[in-house]
């Protein structure tokens, strides 16, 4: 099996080498690695220097939940800085279910402008350097597919996207990418979409360490858990699991892992 966990938070994991050996025996043979601030992402770089097997792809980025001025500044210095060892700009986006936003609090309009600009700025980055950006979209879903459209991006892999079935029509439409994660045994918003869009659009990813359920236990992911993600969607497509890791793995090596990119 040749499988490529497409969103990793590796920084997580304070020994990642026993998570990376078991990642191989499970047959992952790449991993994009995502950050969510500077510092995160700094740790990403220093991990895909540091590991060879899988191939880990770094992504850097300000996630929305991370905005800041001061942050958006240096998020982009950083990718100025390593743009040639990157193919990828992650995690980035919206995301107006933040407890600032849910609220009815004074500034709401701001966090949201914020997050907005944080997120154009980046696109434009990505634009700058052939990046692809990996967009979290929870709860902003057609904003989200609008900025990235304005901004004339042409691949992004929209991440866990679970939002309307019109948006996603238009996330297919404009050639963009969906992913499934091991909640794809059981989200009902997740299935729905995975079942909508056509295979040759679609990723595997863990979004590590964010749990998985079991029964009633929540279960810490890391990348060997990617074969969840491959059984379920192979079940939900009725497909096997060799085809689904075939088609899956050459979207992401596409995306990801083009010829040529070294660090
Ligand atoms: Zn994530």
Redesign the pocket.
Known sequence: MNLIDC???LDEFDDPGPVLERAVAAGVSGIVG?G?NTATSRRILEIARQYSSPEIVPAVGL?PDEVTEAEIASILELIDENHSALAAL??IGLDYWVRELRKKAPGRERVKTLQQEAFRLQLRKANQYSLVP?V?SRGAWADALRLVEEEGVGRALF??YTGPLEVLDGIIAAGHYISATPAAAGSPELRAVLAAAPLERIVLET?CP?PRRVGGERIPTEPADVVYSLRSLASLKDVSEEEVARVTGENARRLFFPPGRGL
């Open positions: 969103h990793a938070h995502v969510i996630y992650g995690e990996i979290h991440h866990w979004d964010v």
